[in-house]
């Protein structure tokens, strides 16, 4: 630990909230020494582990089988169509989430870090309410993330957001998704894969707005392909119940009956009842809490991680936030991380997924060079199936440096994970081009890409 000194504090670190970057935070700077406490009134590890990213990433696999066993009669298999059942996925799923929850508190034991299930609040600048204990600390980290938000419109306590999603008792026959973002379409595919049938709302022309725009246009056929249906450029304006069903009426006038209604609008920071006034801690426009890139507040000695702060929503990225800031205030050394390029997944199905710039953010800098290729992946040219890969380099034509690589199609995500590096690393075309493919692969064609689609300019 950096410079040891008395403290007349209980704590020289309290870290509020349990995720993925609070317990990254509260683990290293225990692991340096520091007197560590943390609290979480909810659930250890988080949105990640309990209601995002793993029980998400579990359910997006248990849908792909259906279609895996059709595919399969292409190639021979011969078997009757497979039936799901939908409480014991979720009890499956709840004993993995389960056992991952001690894992994270344990972790958290294990590295002398004392932990209190309860809510924590400023009571001023550097003392707590923790469940009703006092507890005053030298520094103090913000890190209780978001939580999903309704549009409100009326009706709106008639749909549920994706919290519930993860604990609905049946699988719905008619499912409606408002939002055309990273959950809405992670969703969507979810339930038409388990056999729902699902209409998809969103106000844009193409899902995920912000990802570059061929991702986005093959983002719809790939929606539709897999027989979701699209109600794009209009938006829900209120609710009604229909008996057990839900009548939802659309901006373009169209009435759609449906037996679930979800919300997947957008998430907000997780601030309110922190008391953040009486610690003079500041939010910034939207309710997230004012950082510098030190991840410091308005307070010098309170910080703020992950969700709540607004910045990249990303579980990986808080937990580079959180151990950045614990090495910064307690370690020997200060560990590196690369924020200009930060890889994402969508886990639509197929996942989309990509690094570095889009090619109309790449143009503003200068021209840039377009490698676009679609193909239909191997394994589709016999199960029937329709379903299309595309890729995209994007490389900057002053200086050849690959700036970004988009894809949809099977595996995206493990594929782009590795270009992520090499763009990282600065890599330029020519070394992607100098780079040997690995043979019958879809990830090779990201090496092979020798013809340029179009030149890109400001
Ligand atoms: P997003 O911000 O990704 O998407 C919100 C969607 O809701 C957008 O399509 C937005 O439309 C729409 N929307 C917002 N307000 C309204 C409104 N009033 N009326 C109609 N439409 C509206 O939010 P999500 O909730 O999907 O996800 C939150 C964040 O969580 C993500 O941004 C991401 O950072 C993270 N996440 C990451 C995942 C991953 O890594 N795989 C998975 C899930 C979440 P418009 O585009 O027009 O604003």
Same mark, same amino acid.
């Given at each position: 630990?950096?410079?040891?000194?008395?403290?007349?504090?209980?704590?020289?670190?309290?870290? /509020?909230?349990?995720?993925?970057?609070?317990?990254?935070?509260?683990?290293?700077?225990?692991?340096?020494?520091?007197?560590?406490?943390?609290?979480?009134?909810?659930?250890?590890?988080?949105?990640?582990?309990?209601?995002?990213?793993?029980?998400?990433?579990?359910?997006?696999?248990?849908?792909?089988?259906?279609?895996?066993?059709?595919?399969?009669?292409?190639?021979?298999?011969?078997? @009757?169509?497979?039936?799901?059942?939908?409480?014991?996925?979720?009890?499956?799923?709840?004993?993995?989430?389960?056992?991952?929850?001690?894992?994270?508190?344990?972790?958290?034991?294990?590295?002398?870090?004392?932990?209190?299930?309860?809510?924590?609040?400023?009571?001023?600048?550097?003392?707590?309410?923790?469940?009703?204990?006092?507890?005053?600390?030298?520094?103090?980290?913000?890190?209780?993330?978001?939580?999903?938000?309704? +549009?409100?419109?009326?009706?709106?306590?008639?749909?549920?957001?994706?919290?519930?999603?993860?604990?609905? +008792?049946?699988?719905?026959?008619?499912?409606?998704?408002?939002?055309?973002?990273?959950?809405?379409?992670?969703?969507?595919?979810?339930?038409?894969?388990?056999?729902?049938?699902?209409?998809?709302?969103?106000?844009?022309?193409?899902?995920?707005?912000?990802?570059?725009?061929?991702?986005?246009?093959?983002?719809?056929?790939?929606?539709?392909?897999?027989?979701?249906?699209?109600?794009?450029?209009?938006?829900?304006?209120?609710?009604?119940?229909?008996?057990?069903?839900?009548?939802?009426?659309?901006?373009?006038?169209?009435? /759609?009956?449906?037996?679930?209604?979800?919300?997947?609008?957008?998430?907000?920071?997780?601030?309110?009842?922190?008391?953040?006034?009486?610690?003079?801690?500041?939010?910034?426009?939207?309710?997230?809490?004012?950082?510098?890139?030190?991840?410091?507040?308005?307070?010098?000695?309170?910080?703020?991680?992950?969700?709540?702060?607004?910045?990249?929503?990303?579980?990986?990225?808080?937990?580079?936030?959180?151990?950045?800031?614990?090495?910064?205030?307690?370690?020997?050394?200060?560990?590196?991380?690369?924020?200009?390029?930060? +890889?994402? @997944?969508?886990?639509?199905?197929?996942?989309?997924?990509?690094?570095?710039?889009? #090619?109309?953010?790449?143009?503003?800098?200068?021209?840039?060079?377009?490698?676009?290729?679609?193909?239909?992946?191997?394994?589709?040219?016999?199960?029937?199936?329709?379903?299309?890969?595309?890729?995209?380099?994007?490389?900057?034509?002053?200086?050849?440096?690959?700036?970004?690589?988009?894809?949809?199609? #099977?595996?995206? +995500?493990?594929?782009?994970?590795?270009?992520?590096?090499?763009?990282?690393?600065?890599?330029?075309?020519?070394?992607?081009?100098?780079?040997?493919?690995?043979?019958?692969?879809?990830?090779?064609?990201?090496?092979?890409?020798?013809?340029?689609?179009?030149?890109?300019?400001?």
């Amino acid at each position: 630990m950096k410079a040891a000194h008395v403290t007349k504090f209980d704590y020289d670190l309290f870290v /509020i909230g349990g995720g993925s970057g609070g317990v990254r935070c509260a683990r290293i700077a225990a692991g340096h020494g520091a007197r560590v406490g943390i609290a979480e009134a909810r659930f250890w590890g988080g949105t990640c582990v309990n209601v995002g990213c793993v029980p998400k990433k579990l359910l997006m696999q248990a849908s792909e089988y259906g279609a895996l066993a059709e595919d399969a009669r292409g190639f021979g298999w011969e078997s @009757a169509r497979p039936t799901h059942d939908w409480a014991a996925l979720i009890a499956a799923k709840n004993k993995e989430i389960d056992r991952l929850e001690g894992i994270y508190r344990k972790l958290l034991t294990g590295a002398g870090v004392t932990v209190f299930d309860a809510h924590a609040c400023f009571e001023d600048a550097n003392t707590l309410d923790v469940g009703g204990q006092k507890i005053t600390a030298e520094r103090i980290v913000i890190a209780t993330g978001g939580h999903p938000e309704r +549009p409100g419109i009326p009706g709106e306590d008639l749909g549920i957001v994706s919290d519930d999603a993860f604990f609905l +008792p049946s699988l719905p026959p008619r499912v409606l998704i408002h939002g055309g973002g990273f959950i809405a379409v992670e969703f969507a595919g979810i339930f038409t894969g388990l056999g729902a049938k699902v209409d998809l709302v969103f106000r844009q022309p193409h899902p995920l707005r912000g990802f570059d725009e061929d991702l986005r246009e093959a983002m719809t056929e790939a929606l539709i392909a897999q027989g979701v249906t699209l109600h794009p450029n209009t938006t829900l304006t209120r609710i009604d119940a229909y008996g057990d069903a839900r009548r939802v009426t659309l901006g373009n006038g169209a009435v /759609i009956e449906t037996d679930l209604a979800f919300f997947a609008t957008g998430r907000r920071p997780n601030t309110r009842g922190l008391h953040l006034d009486r610690a003079g801690v500041s939010l910034i426009e939207g309710g997230a809490i004012a950082v510098d890139a030190d991840s410091t507040t308005s307070q010098e000695h309170i910080y703020a991680i992950g969700d709540v702060t607004n910045r990249i929503n990303l579980t990986p990225v808080a937990i580079a936030e959180g151990h950045i800031l614990a090495d910064r205030l307690y370690g020997p050394t200060e560990r590196d991380w690369n924020f200009a390029a930060v +890889p994402s @997944a969508v886990f639509s199905q197929p996942p989309l997924s990509t690094v570095g710039l889009t #090619e109309a953010q790449a143009a503003k800098h200068g021209p840039a060079d377009i490698y676009v290729t679609r193909f239909t992946p191997m394994r589709h040219t016999i199960s029937g199936r329709t379903r299309r890969t595309m890729m995209k380099l994007v490389v900057d034509q002053a200086s050849q440096r690959v700036v970004g690589a988009h894809m949809i199609g #099977e595996d995206a +995500p493990e594929i782009i994970q590795g270009i992520a590096v090499a763009i990282t690393a600065g890599a330029t075309k020519k070394d992607f081009d100098r780079t040997v493919g690995i043979h019958p692969t879809a990830a090779e064609e990201f090496v092979t890409l020798r013809t340029r689609t179009r030149v890109a300019t400001p």
